[in-house]
């Protein structure tokens, strides 16, 4: 963490809608130039937390600051150095991909012949200038979240905020869209996003908070959240009939955890070649996948649940 006041803190947060407690009561904090993320299933509160640090939702209890302000007190003036990337794409698909940029960016007082400079330098970095005459519509899934994050860079954000900026996109196009959110992290852009995506969050995030039901179950960078609450690699058996039963001291040591789910095993250990021959032997899988551990592996020990649950 930097030695500068963070940039997000957090103290107590809560989110209620009537009966239901979304957020409750989560520390954390963002420091500046990182990219942080807050990973979970849907439903573990991470779209609630970020609406009140967007400042589009009241806290119900709890201290919030953004940018050293309060998001109550002070929205406005948060708004105008934030970008914001939502779940949903909210671009006139009527317009051309420069005019989203351009009017967009007209919202925070600038004037047109900056905005044009702006556009035309946000294309460029989104790979979107050879589209900027063309109608918005029929771009696919992939270049509309390209430019949605060009219009949300339109002011020079002090804070990027990033709610499930991949979901619905294909592989290849998750792909492209980490690659502009690595350089805008090199460039030094503080990025705050949610995903329910393990890779999408080793691949971007400093640092991260794992969600669950509004609470958070645990806090730190991928590769030590793997290292402190699993094992370095992972035995996948699956069966072509009902799953056996299995016992981790049948393996001599070589098996840390074992975790049964519906359609396989799960043999945790930290050398997955020296055991898969014990394996065969002792389960008969049909077949066996030796993987290193992720993010996946730590949400499912934490909470019992895999993240697509």
């Known amino acids: 963490m930097s030695a500068e006041a963070p940039l997000i803190r957090a103290r107590g947060l809560v989110k209620r809608f009537g009966a239901l407690t979304a957020v409750d009561g989560v520390d954390f904090d963002v420091a ?40 109550e007190r002070d929205g406005p003036r948060i708004r105008s150095r934030l970008g914001v990337v939502p779940q949903q794409d909210t671009l006139d698909t009527e317009l051309t991909v420069r005019e ?118 645990e806090e730190g960078s991928p590769a030590e959240l793997i290292r402190r609450l699993s094992t370095r690699e992972v035995v996948e058996l699956r069966f072509a009939e009902e799953t056996p039963a299995v016992d981790a001291a049948v393996f001599n040591g070589l098996v840390a955890r074992v975790e049964v789910l519906p359609d396989r095993i799960l043999l945790y250990t930290d050398d997955g070649d020296a055991l898969v021959p014990g394996a065969h032997e002792r389960l008969h899988p049909q077949s066996v996948l030796v993987r290193r551990s992720t993010l996946e592996d730590v949400f499912l020990r934490l909470t019992g649940r895999t993240l697509v649950d």
């Open 32 to 71: 500046k130039g990182e990219a942080f993320g807050f990973l979970g299933p849907n439903g573990a509160g991470k779209s609630s937390t970020m609406r009140m640090i967007g400042c589009v939702s009241p806290r119900s209890g709890g201290e919030l600051t953004v940018l050293g302000l309060d998001p």
């Open 100 to 217: 989203n940029v351009v009017i967009y960016g007209r919202y925070f007082g600038l004037s047109r012949r900056d905005l044009q400079e702006r556009a035309r330098r946000l294309l460029e970095f989104v790979q979107l200038d050879e589209r900027a005459n063309d109608r918005v519509e029929p771009l696919s899934g992939g270049m509309k979240r390209r430019l949605t994050i060009a219009r949300a860079l339109v002011n020079d954000p002090d804070l990027l905020l990033l709610d499930e900026p991949t979901t619905g996109l294909d592989p290849q196009a998750r792909h492209a869209l980490w690659d502009r959110l690595f350089r805008l992290k090199q460039q030094g852009v503080t990025l705050v996003l949610t995903t329910h995506y393990m890779d999408e969050a080793e691949q971007l995030c400093d640092r991260l908070v794992i969600m669950d039901r509004g609470r958070i179950a």
